[in-house]
């Protein structure tokens, strides 16, 4: 089973700018459709991205789109996720999960088989 570590996680002022890491182990993570998922207190897990397993498609969600971006370097067997204008609702633990094999896209957390520890984003208004 592929492990999965989040880092980049932070204290930003609302407006700001962020990028979080993902570090896969494992042989096969370029196989897999990538993702981000969020948890704030009392919220339940919150679909963020996706990405197909070459990075040639991708998805949002509603409440982050036009402002984050979603990317893979799979020779580095890390994904990314790029979180500009950043709000104080985007405060959350963000994990990082891996989802169906090759390009299938999912939102849907059940689909997405392994997650790592999560990372926590805390933005200051």
């Known amino acids: 089973q592929v492990r999965l570590v989040e880092s980049g996680g932070t204290l930003v002022q609302a407006g700001g700018s962020l990028r979080l890491s993902c570090a896969a182990s494992?042989?096969?993570?370029?196989?897999?459709?990538m993702g981000w998922f969020r948890q704030a207190p009392l919220h339940e897990r919150e679909f963020v991205a996706a990405?197909?397993?070459?990075?040639?498609?991708?998805t949002y969600g509603d409440s982050v789109k036009g402002r984050f971006t979603i990317s893979r370097d799979n020779n580095k067997n890390r994904v990314y996720l790029q979180m500009n204008n950043l709000k104080a609702e985007d405060t959350a633990v963000y994990y990082c999960?891996?989802?169906?094999?090759?390009?299938?896209?999912?939102?849907?957390?059940?689909?997405?088989?392994?997650w790592g520890q999560g990372t926590q984003v805390t933005v200051s208004s």
């Open positions: 494992g042989s096969t993570f370029s196989l897999y459709t």
């Open positions: 999960a891996q989802g169906p094999s090759l390009d299938t896209l999912s939102s849907d957390p059940g689909d997405f088989d392994s």
């Open positions: 990405i197909t397993w070459t990075g040639g498609t991708t």
